[in-house]
């Protein structure tokens, strides 16, 4: 019997012991741990032992099956038993033999194969820590070792997901943004990144270009599926105070950094649903989309003239005068909001931090890290509590997400409808889009529904339009990070 947990030396003390009855010593009560004891069960009997006659019934009973008689401190039993048994001592100095063991009993007996993974995963002279120092240290572990595990759990759940001949591309979005939040966050590189990233990046390009047309016929009644419809949503709930805040910019990935700052700020009522962005994903198309209610472009105007026109023709029991939209608001509260039952507020902070991001390589960890900087400094979390304890639903949203990317050689500054978006190029007719796109390795993409006569280039997998090798960080495409983003109804 061999093992690679935590209890790896107390198997092996017991795999020396050869009698059918086995005294152990557990001064820490190890065996209670679950891992070890359904170990265990697959072999022994186990007896707590209480008292001489309950342990007499016990041994009585035993159905040709060896027993473990598990005693809390070292006392002895009847001679008889004594005589054909062999005894054991076992305790965490057995375990973790260079730390102090006190410290360790601190921590409940399921995270022992956490700490234990950690302590063999590093020299740790004995008695080289006091008290306090191995406190701090086995926390570091635990916090370490959880989340490994959560990073292996999200890795299987998203590995699982794309076998899947038709991928849940909500739950993939979220699970893959939680997981580059993670890693980012704790400057964690992993194995699969890779690997992932292709499946997520082909198989999703190929559900795009099939099948996005598909999600605008989605109901709204329980979220809605497409940002075109979120006007509507809100509409729906017939309250009579909301705010519509868009984060430009934030992907699940920044929506997750957001979340925990709102948590620890004692908000966390949330109801988290995903949603497509308006190809393509640019802050022109998507976000006027988001406050609009339209999905084709020409009919798209400015958010705050689509919000105001919205409400009034679709929404009832409303004040025309009580209507208000806030542009490039900072992340602090307003007074002027309550001002307003129905407000539309645009917040830059995600999308501010990702164009100004200078070293780029393959992940969005230092913009990350910046956005937290950025994020934990404001006061982003008073806008949140006033307005909820005003009585205003509050509904999060986005316009588009951003990704890493890598220029492919391809200029068509005259295309690019935004200077920070060069993931997409929009021509104003299909000969023109041919032009370009001969002998190039792009998608070229038409919806007259969307696009009227326009035509949209889109570059492939994480390509941009710009020089070749340089790295950025921008919108525009067809990624999954940059199409399928967050909505979130926030309440108290």
């Not at 061999?2 to 092996?12: I, P, S, V």
């Not at 956005?371 to 307005?387: P, R």
Request: charge should be negative; glycine fraction near 4%; charged fraction near 25%.
């Amino acid at each position: 019997m061999t093992d690679k947990h935590w209890y790896k030396q107390l198997l092996e003390k017991l795999r020396e012991a050869y009698n059918d009855i086995i005294i152990i010593v557990d001064p820490d009560n190890l065996v209670s741990a679950d891992d070890l004891r359904n170990k265990l069960s697959q072999t022994y009997v186990i007896h707590h032992y209480k008292n001489d006659i309950e342990l007499e019934k016990a041994l009585y009973t035993l159905d040709n099956k060896p027993v473990l008689i598990i005693l809390s401190e070292n006392r002895q039993l009847q001679y008889h038993i004594e005589r054909q048994s062999e005894r054991i001592e076992w305790s965490l100095t057995d375990v973790f033999p260079n730390i102090d063991t006190t410290v360790i009993k601190e921590f409940p007996l399921n995270l022992l194969d956490i700490i234990y993974r950690e302590y063999t995963s590093q020299t740790i002279p004995k008695g080289v820590f006091n008290e306090d120092e191995t406190r701090n240290l086995v926390q570091e572990w635990v916090e370490t070792g959880t989340k490994g595990i959560e990073i292996n759990e999200l890795i299987e759940t998203i590995r699982v997901l794309l076998a899947d001949e038709n991928p849940n591309w909500m739950e993939v979005a979220q699970y893959w943004g939680k997981l580059l939040y993670i890693c980012d966050t704790n400057d964690i590189t992993i194995d699969e990144y890779s690997e992932l990233d292709s499946a997520i990046c082909e198989k999703f390009e190929t559900h795009i270009l099939s099948h996005y047309k598909d999600q605008f016929f989605a109901t709204t009644h329980e979220g809605p599926v497409t940002i075109n419809k979120v006007m509507e949503y809100i509409g729906h709930q017939n309250e009579e105070k909301n705010a519509l805040i868009c984060f430009d910019g934030m992907a699940f990935q920044e929506w997750y950094l957001i979340k925990e700052y709102l948590v620890r700020h004692g908000i966390n009522g949330f109801r988290e649903h995903s949603l497509y962005a308006l190809l393509p994903t640019l802050t022109h198309t998507s976000r006027r989309a988001l406050y609009c209610g339209e999905k084709t472009i020409e009919n798209l105007t400015y958010e705050d003239k689509g919000f105001r026109n919205y409400i009034i023709k679709n929404w009832k029991n409303f004040d025309p005068n009580a209507i208000h939209f806030y542009y490039n608001a900072k992340p602090e509260w307003n007074p002027n909001y309550i001002n307003y039952d129905n407000i539309g507020i645009i917040i830059n902070i995600v999308d501010d931090c990702a164009h100004a991001e200078k070293y780029v390589g393959n992940s969005k960890r230092l913009m990350q890290k910046k956005l937290s900087i950025a994020i934990n400094e404001s006061k982003l979390f008073e806008i949140f509590q006033n307005l909820l304890d005003e009585g205003y639903r509050i509904f999060v949203g986005s316009d588009h997400g951003t990704i890493w990317c890598r220029g492919n050689g391809s200029r068509a500054e005259k295309y690019l409808k935004e200077d920070g978006a060069r993931r997409a190029l929009l021509y104003p007719n299909e000969e023109l889009a041919d032009d370009f796109v001969s002998h190039k390795n792009v998608h070229k993409y038409l919806k007259n529904d969307i696009f009227g006569s326009s035509v949209v280039v889109f570059p492939k997998k994480r390509e941009m339009f710009g020089k070749e090798g340089e790295y950025v960080i921008s919108h525009g495409g067809i990624n999954i990070e940059e199409v399928i983003i967050p909505f979130v109804e926030v309440t108290k």
